[in-house]
C-alpha cells in the first residue's frame, strides 16, 4: 500500500481531523464527514492508496472505488432525502484521490450551481453529527 507522509488522508494528521470524522473503511477507500455542514450530510471518499488521478488505478481498482463512492451516495440520499448529490474530485492542491459527495436541497444553498469548497458557516455538535453518521451507516 502506498503512503505519503506528508498528506493528510495517508498520514491521519491534525489538520484531517480538524475538518472531517472519520465514519468508516468501505473496499477500497475510507468515509470521512466534513465538519462543515452548510450542506446537510456532505463527506468525502478517500480512496486508500495515495494516487492523485483515477485514471491512475487498475480498473479493478477504479471499479472498487466506484462503487463505494456510488454506495455512499445512495447511503446519502436515503438518509437525507436530497434532491442531488453533487460529487466533486478536486485535487489541485491536496494530491490524493478523493470525492466529495455534497447533498443538495431544492430550498438549500447553491441549489443549481456549484457548491462552494468550505464555506466555513455551519459546524454541528459532536451529537449532531454523531446523529449525521448514524444516519448514512444505517443506509450503506
Do not use: W
Not at 18 to 24: G, S
Not at 29 to 49: H, M, N, P, W
Not at 66 to 89: P, Q, R, T, W, Y
Not at 124 to 133: D, R, V, Y
Amino acid at each position: 500500500m502506498q503512503k505519503d507522509p506528508n498528506c493528510l488522508y495517508c498520514s491521519k494528521n491534525q489538520t484531517q481531523k480538524d475538518l472531517m470524522i472519520e465514519i468508516c473503511d468501505l473496499s477500497a477507500s475510507t468515509l470521512f464527514l466534513f465538519k462543515e455542514q452548510t450542506y446537510r450530510g456532505r463527506c468525502i471518499v478517500a480512496y486508500k492508496d495515495h494516487v492523485n488521478e483515477l485514471f491512475e488505478l487498475s480498473a479493478a481498482d477504479r471499479n472498487a472505488f466506484m462503487d463505494d463512492v456510488a454506495k455512499v451516495a445512495k447511503a446519502m440520499s436515503l438518509a437525507f432525502s436530497a434532491e442531488k448529490i453533487n460529487m466533486g474530485a478536486y485535487s489541485d492542491k491536496l494530491k490524493h484521490l478523493h470525492m466529495h459527495l455534497v447533498p443538495k436541497y431544492v430550498d438549500g444553498p447553491d441549489f443549481g450551481g456549484t457548491f462552494v469548497m468550505n464555506p466555513q458557516k455551519v459546524y454541528l455538535s459532536e451529537a449532531e453529527n454523531a446523529e449525521l453518521i448514524k444516519r448514512i451507516l444505517e443506509n450503506l
